[in-house]
C-alpha cells in the first residue's frame, strides 16, 4: 500500500514562505506524477502543482511565480516550497501521486497565512 506522508505545514504571515515535503513509501519514479492539491475553507479541491516522471512541472495560473515543486529522488520526496503566502493561500494541503488510474492521497497539512 502506497503511502504519502506530508509535513512543513504551519501558520505565517502574508509575504513569508514555508516548504512543504511529502514523503513517498517507494520509489516516486513509480508514479506517473506527483502533485500538490489544496482546499481552502469552503472551496473545492484544486490542483496547485504537479510533477510528472519526467521531471516536466505545471501549476495553476495563481501560484506561478509563487510556487515551485521539486523532487529528491534518493528520498523519495516532492517539495512544494512556497514563497510570497497570501491569506488566499491558506487551505489544507495534499501530496497526491498516481500510477495509471490509481491513485494516492496523503493526510494533508494545514497551511494558514495570516494578514
Known sequence: QVQLVESGG???????????????SENIFNFNAMAWYRQG????REL?????VGGVT????????????SRENA???????????GPEDTALFFCHANILSSQFWGQ???VTVSS
Do not use: W
Request: hydrophobic share 40%; net charge positive; charged share 15%.
Open 10 to 24: 504551519g501558520l505565517v504571515q502574508a509575504g513569508g514562505s514555508l516548504r512543504l515535503s511529502c514523503a513517498a
Open 41 to 44: 475553507p469552503g472551496k473545492e
Open 48 to 52: 496547485v502543482a504537479r510533477i510528472n
Open 58 to 69: 505545471t501549476y495553476v495560473d495563481s501560484v506561478k511565480g509563487r510556487f515551485t515543486i
Open 75 to 85: 528520498v523519495n520526496t516532492v517539495y512544494l516550497q512556497m514563497n510570497r503566502l
Open 108 to 110: 494533508g497539512t494545514p
